[in-house]
């Protein structure tokens, strides 16, 4: 309920549909919505524009079995990564098909879904020389927030296990650009000369003293290169929010992977890595941790969707 379909994509051949809620700003014919049209051809085939007053895209993933997390063990395994983390424990996982935004949340999306813009950077602002539009990321909204909102609009908070389906698109490597840091560029938002120049002063930076993205902090939710999903920025740009707690204390639930009881745990999981981040940070398997109260200039959110059939409402625990 409340999805137009666009059409399928032409790049990834997955089909794609338009939440009207999030495009509606309340005074206008809900009928007179335009809905956005893929680029057919080209070097941007399957792109779509995202301006001030677009809403929400979703890609259907069509979900199956893949292998969640990352080992250093073993050049040769599965999901192999020099700089895995013991916490990112290797899960092969069975996923019921899903609806993911394409984008993170903007700060347009959000106003019109619930009234405010919560931002630090907001639109219309230049922090740092960079100008911030309605199409930028919104930010500083806690888990709390996510999860009093994104229902009331037919959306739910992604599980870590849909998160990390989504962004590595069937690949297995380090990034869904691949193995090499390098192979990022043109894809990611990152610490980088950008920032610098602006005069911020991440200690990431360092880390990669010749990244040069073009953004000092966010930038507009399509301005870089999708993965084979046709999903922007699931490296860098903002950290997202996920529905799992950060403690995995339960096996993966069936058919959305969700992990971990939420009333035995005080944080909940965030995913993707920041503009001030290193790439290491903002790896496929990466696990990061926050209060489910906490408001950061660099944490957004990309929502996702159950499949229903259009008249029962299911509220994931």
């Known amino acids: 309920m409340g999805l137009v379909p666009i059409g399928m994509n032409p790049e990834t051949k997955l089909w794609e549909f338009y939440d009207l809620r999030s495009a509606w700003d309340g005074k206008c014919d809900p009928a ?26 979703f890609v259907l993933l069509p979900g199956g079995t893949f292998t969640m997390g ?11 990564d020099p700089v895995a983390q013991s916490e990112e ?5 069975t996923l019921a098909p899903f609806f993911l935004a394409r984008h993170e949340v903007t700060q347009g999306q959000w106003r019109r879904l619930t009234g405010s813009d919560p931002s630090n950077y907001k639109a219309g602002s230049s922090p740092v020389g960079q100008r911030i539009s ?23 908070l992604p599980t870590e296990a849909q998160w990390e389906y989504g962004c590595r698109a069937g690949t297995t490597t380090a990034w869904w650009t691949g193995s090499d840091r390098e192979t990022l560029r043109g894809a990611v ?17 360092a880390d990669w003293p010749d990244l040069e993205d073009g953004f000092a902090v966010h930038g507009p939710v399509d301005a870089l290169r999708p993965n084979a999903f046709g999903l922007h920025h699931v490296h860098g740009n903002v950290w997202e929010w996920t529905r799992d707690c950060y403690s995995r204390t339960t ?40 209060h489910p109260s906490i408001r950061d200039h660099s944490l957004g959110v990309r929502p996702s ?12 625990r």
Not at 33 to 56: F, M, S, Y
Not at 189 to 205: E, H, M, R, V, Y
């Open 32 to 57: 007179a919505i335009e809905i956005p049209q893929h680029v057919q051809d080209g070097e941007r085939a399957g792109h779509i524009e995202v301006k001030d007053d677009t809403g929400i895209v």
């Open 70 to 80: 990352a080992q250093k063990e073993d050049s040769q395994g599965p999901n192999y």
């Open 89 to 93: 424990t290797l899960l092969q996982l």
């Open 134 to 156: 309605w199409s930028n990321p919104v930010e500083q909204m806690s888990w709390f927030d996510c999860e009093q909102w994104l229902p009331r609009h037919g959306m739910v």
């Open 189 to 205: 938002n990152l610490a980088d000369q950008t920032a610098s120049k602006a005069g911020a002063t991440f200690p990431s930076i």
């Open 251 to 290: 096996p993966p639930r069936e058919g959305d992977g969700l992990q971990g009881d939420p009333s035995g745990s005080p944080d909940r999981l965030i995913r993707g890595g920041c503009f001030n981040n290193a790439a290491r940070a903002a790896r496929s398997a990466y696990r990061y941790g926050g």
């Open 305 to 316: 969707r159950l499949i229903t059939d259009g008249f029962t409402t299911s509220r994931p």
